[in-house]
């Protein structure tokens, strides 16, 4: 399966992430040593389940890398456009794809297992949208002090993750209610009031579920979906704040010093090397015995 990274965001002087971008892409602001982006791209490189990656947003000076192959795409300017540029990427590279990973370049604690997960676990059926989410409980056992916008639901707090799966016809069908939806993403009251009066109703008094609201969304818009609910925070801890940043600069270098002492703890335990043993000098052969000379005759 390809996947798409989102990088084509600049954020602009009133965003408070301005002064750590200095008017460069966000994807590329600095967490723990390297590019926020590459986290990302370290992730899908190892994960079992990804072929193609393909970023929107920077071209190849920007110097990021992975381990599988990598292209590039333009920013498009809204991230609908980019979504659906990425996808025709995806299907010039293979007319045989069906499904894309989406995923934004600010989720730098993205692990390849984790990614793996995701396709092993929305692959058991075939939907048209698989939206990822995470309860407040296990964002906050991982990342206390995140902030994060939660959907208050009748069985649960929700925030959504920042790594999706789609399947390609999504990025020609109902535009423009996908534009709508995308552009309030921060506002879950104001894409409940594009879905209808009656779900905002009910997400504002608590009797929506979160099966009840897939299937109004879906209905709404004329798919198939299905929520995926993450049991690990990282996939949704993305980076819109300069605290969350700091956050996530903070853990991850933990994470480097850590894998850094457990790499050093097994050198020093490794035997070492025993050194080579001296060859013994093969022995000095017996000089030959010349035959003894047989005395001559006396003359008589």
Not at 72 to 94: C, D, H, P, T, Y
Not at 118 to 128: N, S
Not at 205 to 231: F, H, N, S, Y
Request: charged share 25%; hydrophobic share 40%.
């Amino acid at each position: 399966m390809d996947a798409l990274v989102l990088a084509g965001g600049i954020p602009q002087p009133e965003d408070p992430l301005y002064a750590y971008s200095n008017g460069d892409s966000k994807a590329l602001i600095d967490v723990a040593g390297k590019p926020m982006i590459q986290w990302v791209l370290d992730a899908l490189g190892d994960a079992r389940h990804v072929d193609n990656v393909i970023v929107i947003g920077l071209s190849p000076k920007s110097g990021v890398t992975c381990k599988k192959p990598l292209h590039f795409v333009s920013n498009q300017g809204r991230m609908l456009a980019n979504i659906v540029a990425g996808v025709n990427k995806a299907l010039e590279l293979n007319k045989k794809n069906k499904y894309v990973i989406v995923a934004s370049s600010d989720i730098p604690a993205l692990k390849p297992e984790m990614v793996d997960w995701l396709v092993e676990t929305a692959m058991q059926t075939k939907d048209d949208l698989y939206y990822g989410v995470c309860t407040r409980e296990v964002m906050e056992a991982r990342y206390p002090g995140s902030k994060r916008t939660y959907t208050r639901l009748k069985d649960a707090e929700l925030c959504g993750a920042d790594i999706n799966i789609t399947h390609v016809r999504m990025a020609t069908e109902h535009l423009d209610m996908w534009e709508s939806l995308i552009g309030s993403r921060k506002s879950p009251l104001r894409q409940a009031s594009l879905i209808g009066f009656g779900t905002l109703f009910k997400l504002l008094t608590r009797q929506l579920t979160l099966e009840e609201a897939v299937r109004r969304v879906c209905e709404r818009i004329g798919i198939k979906g299905r929520a995926i609910v993450w049991e690990h925070a990282e996939a949704c801890m993305d980076v819109d704040k300069p605290h969350q940043l700091e956050i996530l600069r903070e853990d991850l270098a933990a994470q480097q010093r850590k894998a850094s002492a457990k790499a050093a703890a097994r050198r020093k335990a490794a035997p070492a090397a025993e050194p080579a043993k001296k060859a013994k000098p093969a022995p000095k052969k017996a000089a030959p015995v010349k035959p003894a000379l047989k005395a001559k005759p006396k003359k008589q």
